[in-house]
């Protein structure tokens, strides 16, 4: 008798998972949902209002880092490798965007303007990538690497 039961209370169950039967659900307060997006840890991978934002670019090397005054005033070609670089992603040298091209989404390379440096010395390699159109809270886009230096003797 109870196998009956048991069978007849499985074989219910599985009309009611059938397709064309209706599923109940619990109603969410859309409150609930928004306060969810704006508060959670890590909201740019789960945010659907976040979906314009660009990772914060990150330097890991330079394919020089000491270079002659005379390679500067022959227009030195500089590879910068690191990690997510973007299309808008810009190379930065003592505070002077430079034009950048990018290779891959690990490597930018700029050719060192003749007038950028007047002698020998250092300066400050960094990477810029323009933060997207995501203005909502919690999304965070773009942003400044680290320096690296570049000695020039």
């Given at each position: 008798?109870y196998q009956a039961?048991?069978?007849?209370n499985l074989?219910?169950r599985g009309a ?11 109603p ?7 306060l969810?997006?704006?508060f959670l840890p890590?909201c740019n991978?789960?945010n ?8 914060a670019?990150?330097?890991g090397?330079?394919?020089a880092?000491t270079?002659?005054f005379a390679q ?8 910068v490798?690191?990690?997510?670089f973007?299309?808008?992603?810009v190379v930065?040298?003592n ?21 950028l ?14 933060s997207?159109?995501?203005?909502y809270l ?5 942003g400044?690497?680290s320096s ?5 003797t």
């Open positions: 008798m039961a048991f069978a007849k074989a219910r009611e998972s059938q397709p064309g039967n209706q599923v109940h659900s619990v969410w307060s859309p409150w609930a949902i928004v969810a997006l704006v890590g991978s789960l659907p209002l976040c979906g314009s934002s660009r990772p670019p990150v330097i090397s330079l394919s880092s270079i002659t500067v005033q022959q227009g030195f070609l500089l590879t490798s690191g990690k997510k973007v299309s808008s992603s930065i040298i505070g002077t965007t430079l034009t950048t091209t990018v290779q891959s989404s690990q490597q930018l390379q700029v050719t060192i303007p003749i007038d440096f007047s002698g020998p010395g250092t300066a400050n390699v960094t990477i810029n990538t323009p997207g159109n995501s203005g919690g999304c965070s886009s773009g400044t690497s690296l230096t570049l000695t020039i």
